[in-house]
């Protein structure tokens, strides 16, 4: 504990034990990376209805060069309804943590817990991450598991469509908030929201139904009118599936060889792939 002089403690009145024993609360209330394996959010610290949550996995990685030391948490936040699938939600919590937080959105219909030490919709590869920034990075996969051959079966349970369309969103972020709080002592001073199409979505969500829970939001190309979007998607599926619309195998073939033999030397090597996409573009006019 640092040393503090008499006189500083006399002019704000503070006795000498009290002080020590709020310094020792503020450190005991940091918690070790493994030391969270199993941990519990009670269900009154998220602000809408679930069983509460609880800690998974705790996994302390060490730095790699491009990626900071972190504690990699992995979490579960329980339905209410026992037949809705719980959300799975993941943590990157760096060692040198800058007092910020990230929330990452998701994709099409979810279903998948985002990178939470890659970076944020087209950010620039030339920086480092929000993990190597110090972010304390998190994600949900918004309360399902992806079903690639039935991708909406997760929309007849209400608790999980309701859990996809946004309640996850405010679940996960109050249950990161409260591990965030148990990992470094304090909750983050500033916290932000990023995410593209379904992602860009989710940020329109939080910025206009919890408007105090982020200072800022990256909202990229939102998919905010889901109906319309489908239904643009089923058009276009059917247009491409009349008689003639869609090119052939042979004609596929065709375009394929023709391709190659402008553009597979274009690298200073023929492999039958083509590598020099922009020069490639500039050459070779599929139309012709």
Partial sequence: MPSIPPLALARVGLPLASLCLALASETAAAAGCTELIGTGIPAEAIA???????????????????????????????????????????????ERWNRKALMLGGGG????????????????????????????????????VADPLHPGAFAWNEEALANYAHDA???????AIELIRLRYGAAPERSYFAGGSTGGREALAVVQQWPTD???????????????????FGRISRALAAPGAFPSLEQRAALLEAALQACD????????????????NARFDPAR
């Fill in 109 to 144: 219909y979810n279903g998948s817990v985002p990178n939470v030490a890659g970076n944020v919709p087209a950010g620039p590869l030339d920086r480092p991450t929000p993990l190597g920034r110090g972010y304390a990075v998190f994600g949900s996969d918004s309360g399902h």
């Fill in 265 to 280: 030397q274009l690298d200073g090597v023929r492999d039958r792939v083509i590598s020099h996409q922009a020069a490639c």
């Fill in 169 to 175: 969103l405010k679940k996960t972020r109050d249950t």
């Fill in 214 to 232: 982020f200072q800022g939001a990256i909202a990229l190309y939102p998919a905010y009118n889901a109906a319309a979007l489908n239904l643009q």
């Fill in 48 to 94: 809408l209805p679930t069983r509460g949550a609880q800690v998974t996995a705790a996994v302390a990685r060490p730095a790699d060069g491009t990626t900071p030391a972190y504690c990699d948490l992995s979490a579960e936040i329980r339905p209410v309804d026992p037949a809705a699938p719980a959300i799975r939600m993941r943590l990157a919590l760096p």
